[in-house]
């Protein structure tokens, strides 16, 4: 199976590539920087050249061509302001979406935010956070061609995955290392029964493949 990861370069991204590449998948990361290259290459990726804020669909659905299943995990980052914020967390998740319909890629995978919602009120960068990634969200429940699952962590930190973790629909607040987020979405992407459903995720008492297998009914 190939998978490619938008945001390859990212701290979740780069997890999740090493996570893949030991399972044996053919895994490609993109960046828009040349000197990542090397980064992904350790974790066992190949690095794919593509900007998501200036490529066009067709552009970008000529980088999946083949791809059995892709993840949706960049962002504008710490630092960036509002405008970013809808050109990278919403404008380039709705391109990849797009992209990926076209392509026929059928497995999609978003990394979303807690809290984040179209709707949501307020002037804060982070505010405007919330507002791209919801109506990012939106869309790409309206793929009908994607079977795509959107997993919205809490509060990401840097400590080491435990293996346990709270996944469901509403979960309420809490924080989840980033360990344990990597591999909550190789369990996703192995797991298209949970297509059509958009989950919360924070660390808990649960072992992750179960947790995944609760919430696919299986």
């Avoid at 974790?43 to 999946?64: F, K, T, W």
């Avoid at 793929?143 to 840097?158: N, Y």
């Amino acid at each position: 199976m190939r998978i490619v990861i938008a945001g390859g370069h990212g701290q979740i991204a780069l997890r999740l590539e090493r996570l893949l590449s030991a399972r044996g998948y053919e895994v490609a990361g993109i960046i828009r920087d040349p000197a990542q290259g090397d980064d992904l290459r350790l974790v066992g990726a190949e690095p794919v050249l593509c900007d998501l804020e200036s490529a066009s669909v067709e552009q970008v659905a000529a980088v999946l061509q083949g791809a059995e299943a892709v993840v949706f995990a960049a962002g504008a980052g710490p630092g960036s302001g509002p405008a970013r914020k809808d050109t990278v967390d919403r404008g380039a998740a709705v391109l990849f979406a797009d992209a990926a319909e076209r392509a026929r890629v059928r497995r999609f995978v978003m990394v979303s935010s807690m809290g984040a919602d179209a709707r949501h009120p307020g002037d804060d960068v982070f505010d405007a956070y919330l507002r791209a990634k919801g109506e990012a969200d939106d869309h790409l429940r309206t793929r009908i061609g994607l079977e795509w699952t959107v997993l919205r962590p809490g509060a990401l930190t840097d400590e080491p995955g435990t293996g346990l973790v709270r996944l469901a629909a509403h979960t309420g607040r809490g924080s989840i290392p980033r360990d344990d987020v990597a591999a909550v979405l190789a369990e996703l992407i192995d797991t298209p029964a949970t297509a059509g459903l958009t989950l919360e995720l924070v660390s808990g008492s649960t072992p992750f493949p179960v947790a995944v297998r609760d919430v696919a009914g299986n």
